[in-house]
């Protein structure tokens, strides 16, 4: 199973981020993305459980996101 992860338009809103859903009680992760890609600055936010719900958390509050994506692997 993937990770699901959030794509963030800068280290500073992905930081902000997860403050946020750390203060809602969802356990959130700053990543940097891996692979090709060069849309936004390479971070994500990685939210193993309520992924829906972080998302709309995070529009709601502002954070401009990018898209979503699941990335393969464990940890």
């Known amino acids: 199973m993937g990770k699901p992860m959030i794509l963030i338009s800068s280290i500073t ?3 902000k981020s997860r403050d946020i859903l750390f203060s809602y009680g969802i356990k959130a992760y700053v990543e940097r ?3 090709g890609n060069t849309a ?3 971070y994500s936010i990685y939210v193993p ?3 829906d719900e ?3 958390i995070l529009r709601d509050a502002g954070v401009k996101i990018l898209g979503r994506a699941e990335r393969d692997g464990s940890s």
Do not use: F, I, P, V
């Open 49 to 51: 459980d309520r992924t």
């Open 40 to 42: 936004g600055c390479g």
């Open 13 to 15: 809103y992905a930081m």
């Open 33 to 35: 993305k891996s692979g």
């Open 54 to 56: 972080a998302e709309r």
